[in-house]
C-alpha cells in the first residue's frame, strides 16, 4: 500500500514537471507580446522595446523558464505585465470566488444527481425514474451559460431578487454567498444531469449483483439493501465522475463566470491569454493541470479506500 | 384566530409602508458601468483607454484640461503666456494643490513630470507629445518655463491629455496599482476582475467639488450582462455603452436618460498602402466609392453615428467635411477598376479583429466589394494580441478595420512606420507645418488641407464617426454626453434632489 502511494506520487511530480515544460513552450509559441498590446495603436518601436525590456520580455527562453521555475519553489511567481501586481495573490484574489463556486456548484450537484439517481434506480421503470430521466435529459441538453441567462431574466431584470451579476468581496460573506448562489445552480444543474444518469446506472448494475440478492435473501429491508449495500458499491464510479467534475467546475467556468460578470480564475485566464500576460497564464495553466493531476492522484487513492480489492493490485 | 394573524400582518405592512414613504437620505455614491478593465491606473505609463477612463479627471490632473466641447481650459496651471516665438510657454501654477498623499504641488512637480515623459527609456503612449521640449525652467516655486527646441501648435493641447498628468515623484512606482495623484477622487480599493472605487478628497483644491462622496467603476464586458446590470439596478449608469441594437429599449425606458454623444473615434477601414493593388490611389478610390458608409453605420451601428470623409471627427476644431468627395457609386468605382487594369476585379484580405461591430462592419464591407469585383477574404484576427502583431507590428495585412480613439491624431499619416505605410511629402510638410503653428485658425486652415489630401488619396477607408451612447439614471446629473477626449468625468456629477 505505502509503495502503491510512493510510487503514484513520483510519477505525480514526473507529470507536474512535464506539463510545466509544455505549458511554457506552446504559450511562447503564442504571436504577439505584452508590450505591444499594453501600448496599443499608439505603439512605437521604441517604446515597445523600452517597455519589452521593463517587463523582462527581451531575454532568451530558457533564462525566462529558469526564473518561473526557481521562484515558483521561493513562493514568487513573478509580477503580472498587465495589472503589475504579484501573481500570487492576483490568483489567491480569483480562487477565493471560483473555489467557493465550484464548491457549492460541486454540493448542490451532488445533492441534486446522487438524491435523483437513486430514486430513479429504485423506482425503475415506473414514475420517479421517468421524472428523473427527463430532468436528466433536459439538464444534458441545455449549457451551463444558457441557463444562467435563464436566471438573470428571471431572477434579476424581472424579479430584482438577486443582482445580475458582479461580486461584492468577502468582507460581506452573506452578500457573497447571495452573489455565487445562482451561478452556482447554472453550473451545477448539468454536472447533476450526468450525475443522476451515472449513478442510476451504477445502482442498478449493482443491484444485480449477487451479494445484494444475498442481503436481500437475509431478509434486510428494502432501504438498508439499496443504501449500505447497492449505493455503496456503486459509489466508485460516482466519485471518479465528481472528481472530474470538480476540476471541469473550476477550469471550465469561464462562461458562467462571464454571464454573471464573476471575477474568477476562469476570466482570469481568458483576460490574460487576450492581453497576452503571459506570466499570469503560465501560473494559471500549471494551476489547472496541477488540479487536474492532483484530483486524478486523489481519486486514486479514493478507489483504494472504496474497493478493498484493487489494494491489492 | 385567523383574523387576528391577518390584522397583524396588515398593521406589520403598513409600518413597514410608513417607513418606506419617509424621506430616504439623498444619496451620494454612483456606479458606472464599462465595458473594458483598465490595466494599471497610470495613464502616463501605457496607453489602453480604459486607463485614461478611469484615472484622468478623476484621480490625476494636468495642467491645462478639456472642457466638455474640446476647448483647452486651465487646470493646474492658472493661466500661461507663450513668447513671439512660440518657443517660450511660461505657466502660474495653481497655489494650494497637494497630492493625495500630501505632497505639496509645484513647479518641481511639472519639471520632474515631464521630463519623466520625455526621457529614452520613457514608455508614454505619446511620448512625441514631449519631443519638442529643450528644458524646464523653475524660477520659483509656482512658475514653471518651458522652453521647446521648435515650435508646437497643439503643445497646450497635449498637456490636457492623461498622458501628461503630473505626478508626485515619490509614487511614479507604484502609481499603477496605487494612485497618488490631484484630483478630485482618491484611490480606494481595486478588486481587480470586477471594479474600481474610488472615494471623495476632502482637500481638494476646488472647494465645494466633488458632490459625490464615492464612486465606482464596475468592468462589464458582455452585451448582454451590461443591460441586465443596468435593468438590475446594479448599475446606475453606462457612459459608453457597447450595443447599439440594446440602445432603443433603453430609449423607451423612463428610469433612464438615453444621450448620444459625440466621439473623437473614427472607424477606419485601414489599407497596406506599400501593397499592390493597393498602392494605386485609383484602386483606393474605387473601393470607396463601393462603400456605403449609411449601409454601415446603419446595419452595423443601428442607425448611430456620423459618416466622415477622411480622418478627423466633426468635433475637432478645423473638421471640413469631405463624405462629397468619392460618394458611394459603384457604377464608378467599377470604371476607375477598369482604368487601372483591374476591370475582372481582384482579391484582397481583411484582418478583421474580433470585436461585435468591427465583424458586422467587415461582413457589409465584403458584401459592397464583391458587386465591383473585389473579393474581400475575411481573416479573423484576435483582438487586441494577434491583430497588434499582424498589422502594427509585422503589416501583415491587406485590408483591416479598427477605431482610432485619439483626437487630432492626423499625424500618424506621417509616421513612416504606423500601419498604412502611406508615403506622401506634400502631406508630411503640411502636418509638420500645421503642428509648429500656434495660430489656431492658420492651423485649422493646415489640417484642413491635410484632409483634403487623404479624402482624394484614401490611404484608409473613411467610413464613420462612433457615436457615444450613453445611459444613465434619469436623476444623474452632471455627466458629459460628448467625449472630446477618452475620459468618464465624474468631477461634476450630482444626484437631483
Same mark, same amino acid.
Given at each position: ?7 503514484r506520487?513520483?510519477?505525480f511530480?514526473l507529470?507536474?514537471?512535464?506539463a ?9 509559441l ?16 521604441d517604446?515597445?522595446a ?5 517587463l ?6 530558457y533564462?525566462?523558464?529558469?526564473? #518561473?521555475?526557481v521562484?515558483?519553489?521561493t ?7 498587465t ?16 473555489l467557493?463556486l ?44 444558457w ?10 431584470t424581472?424579479?430584482? #431578487? +438577486?443582482?445580475?451579476?458582479? +461580486?461584492?468581496? #468577502? ?7 447571495k452573489a ?29 449483483e449477487d ?15 439499496? #443504501? ?31 454571464v ?18 503571459l ?18 492522484f486523489?481519486?486514486?487513492l479514493?478507489?483504494?479506500w472504496?474497493?478493498p480489492?484493487?489494494r491489492?493490485? | ?5 391577518? $390584522? ?30 483598465p490595466?494599471?491606473?497610470d ?8 486607463i485614461?477612463?478611469?484615472t484622468?479627471?478623476n ?22 503666456t507663450v513668447?513671439? =516665438?512660440?518657443?517660450?510657454?511660461? /505657466?502660474?501654477?495653481r ?10 504641488f ?6 520632474f513630470?515631464? =521630463?519623466?515623459?520625455?526621457a ?12 519638442p ?15 521647446l ?11 490636457a ?23 478630485? /477622487?482618491?484611490?480606494k480599493?481595486?478588486?481587480? $476582475? ?20 464615492a ?9 448582454q ?13 453606462f ?7 440594446? /440602445? ?7 428610469? /433612464?436618460a438615453?444621450?448620444?454623444?459625440a466621439?473623437?473615434?473614427?472607424l ?6 506599400s ?27 443601428s442607425?448611430y ?23 458611394y ?13 483591374? $476591370? ?15 465583424t458586422?462592419?467587415?461582413?457589409i ?17 484576435e ?26 491624431d ?5 509616421r ?12 508630411? =510638410?503640411?502636418?509638420?507645418?500645421a ?14 488641407e ?13 467610413l ?34
Open positions: 500500500m505505502g509503495r502503491t502511494i510512493l510510487r506520487l513520483g510519477s511530480a507529470t507536474l514537471f512535464v510545466s515544460l509544455l505549458v511554457f513552450a506552446v504559450l511562447d503564442l504571436p504577439g507580446n505584452a508590450a505591444a498590446i499594453l501600448l496599443g495603436t499608439a505603439a512605437r518601436p517604446t515597445i523600452a517597455l519589452e525590456q521593463q523582462g520580455l527581451d531575454q532568451p527562453g533564462v525566462r523558464y529558469l526564473a #518561473w521555475i521562484g515558483a519553489f513562493g514568487d511567481l513573478g509580477r503580472s505585465a495589472y503589475g501586481v504579484p501573481v500570487g495573490g492576483l490568483i489567491a484574489e480569483r480562487l477565493a470566488v471560483t467557493p465550484a464548491a457549492l456548484a460541486l454540493a448542490i450537484a451532488v445533492a441534486l444527481g446522487v438524491g435523483l439517481g437513486v430514486a430513479a434506480a429504485a423506482g425503475q421503470g415506473r414514475a420517479p425514474d421517468r421524472i428523473a430521466s427527463g430532468l436528466a435529459q433536459v439538464g444534458i441538453a441545455v449549457p451551463d451559460f441557463f444562467g441567462i435563464l436566471f438573470i431574466l428571471l431572477f434579476s424581472t424579479l430584482h #431578487w +438577486f443582482s445580475a451579476g458582479g +461580486f461584492p468581496s #468577502w468582507s460581506d460573506p452573506a452578500a457573497a454567498m455565487l448562489l445562482l451561478p452556482a445552480l447554472a453550473l451545477a444543474l448539468p454536472q447533476a444531469a450526468v450525475l443522476t444518469r451515472v449513478t442510476r446506472s451504477a445502482v442498478l448494475e449493482v443491484a444485480g451479494f445484494v440478492r444475498t442481503a436481500r435473501a437475509k431478509g434486510l429491508s428494502a432501504r438498508r439493501v439499496l #443504501w449500505r449495500h447497492a449505493v455503496r458499491n456503486a459509489l466508485v464510479p460516482i466519485v471518479t465522475i465528481v472528481g472530474l467534475q470538480f476540476s471541469f467546475l473550476v477550469a471550465g467556468a469561464v462562461l458562467v463566470e462571464n454573471f460578470n464573476l471575477p474568477g480564475i476562469g476570466r482570469l485566464a481568458y483576460q490574460s491569454l487576450a492581453q497576452r500576460d506570466i499570469v497564464i503560465r501560473n494559471v495553466a500549471m494551476l489547472f493541470a496541477g488540479l487536474v493531476i492532483t484530483v486524478n486523489l481519486v486514486d479514493a478507489y483504494l472504496l474497493d480489492r484493487l491489492r493490485a | 384566530m385567523i383574523t387576528n394573524r391577518i $390584522g397583524r400582518g396588515l398593521a406589520l405592512a403598513a409600518v413597514a409602508l410608513l417607513c418606506g414613504a419617509s424621506p430616504a437620505p439623498a444619496k451620494d455614491t454612483l456606479t458606472l458601468g464599462m465595458a473594458v478593465e490595466t494599471g491606473l495613464p502616463t505609463i501605457s496607453a489602453p483607454v480604459a485614461r477612463e478611469v484622468w479627471g484621480l490625476y490632473e494636468g495642467l491645462t484640461t478639456l472642457d466638455k466641447d474640446g476647448r483647452i481650459q486651465p487646470l493646474l496651471a492658472t493661466s500661461w513668447s513671439p =516665438d512660440g518657443l517660450t510657454y511660461t /505657466f502660474k501654477l497655489p494650494g494643490v497637494r497630492f493625495h498623499n500630501g505632497t505639496p509645484d513647479s518641481s512637480i511639472v519639471k513630470s515631464l =521630463d519623466r515623459a520625455r529614452p527609456d520613457s514608455t508614454n503612449a505619446q511620448k512625441q507629445f514631449f519631443a521640449i529643450g528644458s524646464i525652467e523653475t524660477p520659483d516655486p509656482m512658475t514653471a518655463v518651458i522652453r527646441k521648435q515650435q508646437a501648435g497643439l503643445f497646450l493641447y497635449h498637456l491629455w492623461g498622458d501628461a498628468v503630473m505626478l508626485d515623484p515619490k509614487t511614479v512606482g507604484t502609481n499603477k496599482t496605487d494612485p497618488i495623484g490631484t484630483g478630485p /477622487f482618491k484611490f480599493a481595486w478588486q481587480r $476582475g470586477d471594479r474600481v472605487e474610488l472615494a471623495r478628497n476632502d482637500d481638494y483644491w476646488d472647494k465645494g467639488v466633488p458632490k459625490l462622496a464612486v465606482t467603476f464596475r468592468f462589464i464586458g458582455d452585451a450582462a451590461q443591460a441586465a446590470a443596468l435593468r438590475a439596478g446594479d448599475i446606475d449608469g457612459p459608453n455603452f457597447t450595443a447599439p441594437e440594446l /440602445f432603443g429599449e433603453f430609449q423607451k425606458d423612463a428610469r /433612464f438615453t444621450v448620444v454623444g466621439t473623437p473615434r473614427k477606419v477601414a485601414g489599407l497596406n498602402n501593397k499592390p493593388p493597393l498602392d494605386d490611389a485609383r484602386v483606393r478610390r474605387a473601393m470607396m466609392q463601393a462603400i456605403d458608409r449609411k449601409a454601415i453605420i446603419d446595419g452595423a451601428f442607425g453615428g456620423t459618416p466622415i470623409g477622411s480622418h478627423f471627427a466633426p468635433t475637432d476644431p478645423g473638421y471640413v467635411d469631405l463624405t462629397g468627395v468619392l460618394p457609386d459603384p457604377a464608378k468605382a467599377r470604371q476607375l477598376l477598369a482604368e487601372a487594369g483591374h $476591370g475582372d476585379g481582384f482579391t484582397v484580405t481583411m484582418k478583421c479583429p474580433q470585436m461585435s461591430y468591427t458586422r462592419s467587415c461582413e464591407m465584403q458584401a459592397m466589394l464583391s458587386e465591383v469585383g473585389i473579393t474581400l477574404n475575411i481573416v479573423p484576427s483582438f487586441p494580441a494577434k491583430w497588434i502583431d499582424e498589422v502594427f507590428v509585422k503589416y501583415d495585412y491587406d485590408v483591416t478595420i479598427i477605431d482610432h480613439a485619439e483626437p487630432m492626423i499625424d500618424i499619416y506621417a513612416p512606420a504606423y500601419y498604412f505605410r502611406y508615403r506622401n511629402a506634400a502631406f508630411d =510638410d503640411l502636418v509638420a507645418k503642428d509648429k503653428l500656434a495660430d489656431e485658425a492658420g492651423r485649422s486652415k493646415l489640417y484642413g491635410a484632409q483634403k489630401i487623404l479624402a482624394d488619396e484614401v490611404p484608409a477607408l473613411y464613420m464617426d462612433l457615436p457615444r451612447l450613453n445611459i444613465w439614471d434619469a436623476k444623474l446629473q452632471g455627466l458629459w454626453p460628448n467625449e472630446p477626449i477618452s475620459q468618464m468625468y465624474v468631477r461634476d456629477a450630482s444626484w437631483a434632489q
